[in-house]
């Protein structure tokens, strides 16, 4: 029974976010990455303090261990970079190949947290199925000569640098939220995501880009926060009583829903190679599991 404490949470966060992908994807048209990436952390940001408050969270902020906060706050930078990656990476790139490149994070962070929280990853499951995983990965890659390169292959940096940036974040999350109520702690990572955000608007002067963002993309930026709230939540709440080697390839399988729903939303083409590598990064993902 104590298992369903942190697998319920773990699989609401994958539901989410593989929703929030495609949602985003939307947003971005004909908007500016970061322009997106400010103005739906701020719903975000709205959604974890309004939980913080329903829980009566806050009243643990005083009490909270001074490690933890800071671990939240560089988990709170990490993720910060993260985002502006991933969503660059989505305004150039389709979903159906952003989204395997950025999930790949998840080898990193079983790795780290081998190393950092001593987690077993030494069974034969779970070494092949990083090996798949990664396999998966490089099958759902565009061909050189095929369409989804985005501006050349300029998406796949910024997907990558998103993949190492969520890593340190889960890693740095998982510390940090040991010593905190998952609410908070939440909270704390938005607030300074945000922060981040809109720095990176001022430092590279988008106020005007801000001012262009269509009246109707509003709805459906709003909307991608609401979701990536709600992602973020139950994540951590499972991370607070579960191991991050399990829960982390559980959120992972949110790639499922990503490229369902940018098939059927986005008309985003599901070839032969595309749905082979799908296949083997979830038969990755569940001997993970196992």
Known sequence: MATFVWLIPAL????????????????????DSDC????RTLVVLLFAWLM???????????????????????SGLATGG???CYFKALSLG????????????IVLTMLFGALLFHEDISSPTSIIGM????????????????????EGKKWLGYAIFSAVFASASALLGKAGIEGIDSYLGTAVRTSVVLLMAWLMVLVKRKGKMLRDVRLGSFGVIALSGVTTGISWLCYYRALQTGPISIIAPIDRLSIVFTVLFSAVFLREKLTGKLVIGLAVNVLGTLLLLL
Do not use: C, Y
């Open 12 to 31: 609401l966060s994958s539901l989410f976010a593989g929703v929030t992908a495609v949602i985003a994807k939307i947003g971005l048209k004909k908007n």
């Open 36 to 39: 997106v990436t400010a103005l």
């Open 52 to 74: 913080v408050w329903i829980e009566g969270s806050d009243v643990s902020f005083q009490a909270a261990d001074r490690r933890s906060i800071v671990l939240l706050l560089f």
């Open 82 to 84: 993260s985002w502006l």
């Open 94 to 105: 389709s979903v159906q190949h952003v989204a395997p490149v950025d999930k790949s994070s």
């Open 131 to 150: 090996i798949l995983i990664v396999l998966g990965m490089v099958l759902m890659l565009p061909s050189p000569a095929g369409k989804g390169n985005g």
